[in-house]
């Protein structure tokens, strides 16, 4: 395993022991295909189409840069491909909260070729959707080695504790994505860097500061600015990544604070019916 | 014109009557979940991740009590999963039967390609007419307001039309980097026009102090960093549960963007009849009342009363305005750079 796929496969098992799992279920419209029921026993199959899919990538992105003009059909071929591959179905149904981010970064290349976005623009959007379908990828193989390890139960399908870990995990996963930040920053991808702190806010925090609000404010407002101004400000300005880590590091110690008040108002929740 | 002093007593006093009045009258009552079909066979809903997982709560909640029903959920941002949605239809055909969104953008934008079904009357029954739309039943709403600190600026102070606070030496706090935000700036522009806007912006910046959050922006306000925060009204209400005491005050202006309703509301996206009967359940007084306690959102429908602490929204006087059309972002953002706010 590359370095790389150990970092997303981690960020992967954030997600699902979180969020809303559907292992082996055929989708409601059947699409999903047979495999999904064994789905631990595809992994290289699932391996194989990442890779098909990443060559894909390369050919675009080398192409683009070449401006052979052939980007809007590669981009074609791609999704084409991308919703042929049993993967498609794999992570769609095994891992669900992976799925629609690589939908969004398709888009997002799709978007970058249509517009005729700089050749560095497209290569880091292929980057993004690249690192999405091994984060499904390692959300995959995961849930396989679960299920391996008979640790699959009720839960996984969104009752219960599952439900209520779900803030929890939320924050889990933001915390993560603020080291995927660092990591970002410290190859000099500043857009990816950024792109990663804006998610980590946008899909992550913003939706659980709600009842933290009430809790500690201010510690809602300390983390508001620590993600919209402070550290995006740090990385535009080119600080060390020292400094960036130590703003990331103060941010995730508030984060679990933040944990913890969740966790103290879980206890007082009430029902809807 | 009414006395603004007078506006919000008289506010004060018709808190808790429900909708009704300026935005006609709804056909019928919230029902109890208990009055409504039971729901079976297949539905796929895309819930858009809202309120802390408070929306997911509520589809487990409906799932537990209908057992027959096979129900598939798939999370995500609003906006991702509008998204993954229209990319969707575009290559092969949506999956989904239903589109629960925290904002009425995303919705507008799965409207915009196509994909939502028109909205059956029956799901326009409890809503008054302001929110009968054909592209999306609206669900619960959230109004901008101006939260200010009681003990520095007087409520007759306040301006009652937001084209109107330039005018004011009153110091502003709000966030314009916040989605809500650009919201309210987009229903000005498609109001007022785009060169009013602009004017409006580039007084503004000349008055105002930009917070990360508009949570920031109202806690300014609150402890005297600015005269008023210009806000979604949740903050303040949330705020007001966490420190009953803290001096921080609601008020609205009246008729244009500054009291503007975005709601968070659900698509149609088959002829599924278990998803049209899936919202009835979204409208009903269990849920309803729900989401105002746990998320303080507005109740849209008649009989389940608004949030503790919230105010009369019965006399609210939004603006006459196509909520689909808050998806039209990108102008906005050119104003916004343009006159230096963004």
Not at chain 2, 161 to 186: H, N
Not at chain 2, 270 to 290: G, T
Request: one cysteine or more; glycine letters at 10%.
């Amino acid at each position: 395993m590359t370095e790389m796929n150990r970092r997303v496969a981690a960020a992967a098992s954030i997600v699902l022991l979180g969020g809303t799992l559907l292992p082996g279920a055929a989708g409601a419209h059947g699409e999903a295909g047979e495999h999904v029921a064994e789905f631990e026993a595809h992994l290289e199959d699932y391996q194989a189409d990442v890779e098909t899919l990443s060559a894909e990538l390369a050919e675009l992105v080398e192409g683009y840069r070449a401006g052979d003009g052939a980007a809007q059909e590669r981009v074609d071929r791609l999704i084409e491909r991308w919703k042929a591959v049993e993967y498609h179905g794999a992570v769609e149904e095994v891992a669900t909260p992976l799925y629609s981010p690589i939908w969004r970064r398709i888009t997002n290349l799709r978007q970058a070729v249509e517009d005729g976005e700089e050749p560095a623009v497209v290569e880091r959007r292929a980057d993004a959707l690249r690192a999405a379908l091994h984060e499904g990828l390692g959300g995959v193989k995961l849930r396989a080695s679960l299920k391996e390890a008979g640790q699959l139960g009720h839960d996984d399908h969104g009752h219960g504790e599952a439900e209520a870990a779900d803030a929890e995990a939320t924050l889990q996963r933001v915390r993560e994505q603020l080291d995927e930040a660092v990591a970002a920053y410290g190859r000099d991808e500043l857009e990816q860097a950024r792109s990663l702190v804006e998610t980590a806010y946008f899909e992550g925090f913003e939706g659980v500061e709600g009842s933290l609000i009430e809790a500690d404010a201010q510690l809602v407002v300390q983390l508001e600015e620590a993600f919209n101004v402070e550290l995006p400000g740090l990385m535009v300005e080119g600080a060390p990544t020292e400094e960036v880590e130590a703003q990331v590091a103060s941010m995730k110690e508030d984060l679990v604070r933040c944990e913890e008040l969740l966790s103290e108002a879980d206890e007082a929740e009430s029902e809807v019916f | 014109m009414v006395d603004r002093r007078d506006f919000l007593k008289s506010l004060a006093a018709l808190g808790g009557l429900g909708l009704s009045g300026a935005w006609g009258r709804a056909v019928a009552e919230a029902l109890a979940a208990d009055a409504l079909p039971a729901l079976r066979g297949d539905l796929t809903v895309y819930l858009g991740r809202g309120e802390g997982g408070l929306y997911k709560r509520i589809v487990e909640a409906i799932r537990e009590r209908s057992p027959e029903l096979a129900l598939e959920i798939r999370r995500g941002s609003s906006s991702g999963l509008a998204n993954t949605l229209v990319a969707e239809a575009r290559h092969g055909g949506a999956r989904a039967d239903l589109f629960w969104s925290i904002d009425a953008s995303s919705l507008g934008h799965v409207a915009d390609e196509g994909l939502a079904r028109p909205v059956p009357a029956r799901l326009h029954e409890p809503l008054p007419e302001a929110f009968r739309l054909e592209a999306f039943v609206p669900i619960s709403g959230r109004v901008r307001s101006i939260a200010y600190n009681p003990g520095r600026v007087r409520a007759e102070a306040l301006p009652e039309r937001i084209m109107e606070l330039p005018d004011t030496d009153l110091k502003v706090g709000w966030a314009p980097s916040y989605g809500a935000c650009q919201s309210f700036l987009t229903a000005m522009r498609l109001l007022e026009g785009e060169a009013a806007t602009r004017e409006w912006l580039r007084a503004i910046r000349e008055q105002s102090r930009a917070y990360a959050g508009e949570l920031g922006a109202v806690m300014a306000a609150a402890q005297g960093e600015v005269d008023l925060a210009l806000a979604n009204h949740y903050y303040t209400l949330r705020l007001k549960q966490g420190q009953p005491d803290i001096p921080l005050e609601l008020a609205f202006t009246r008729g244009d963007a500054g009291a503007l309703i975005n709601t968070a509301g659900a698509a149609l996206l088959s002829d599924s009849a278990v998803a049209a009967d899936f919202v009835r359940y979204l409208h009903s007084r269990e849920v309803q009342r729900f989401l105002a306690e746990q998320a303080y959102e507005i109740p849209l429908v008649e009989g389940v009363e608004p949030p503790a602490g919230a105010p009369a929204i019965a006399r609210l006087e939004p603006p006459e305005l196509d909520l689909t059309r808050l998806g039209d972002l990108q102008p906005t953002l050119a104003l916004m750079r343009e006159a230096g706010v963004l």
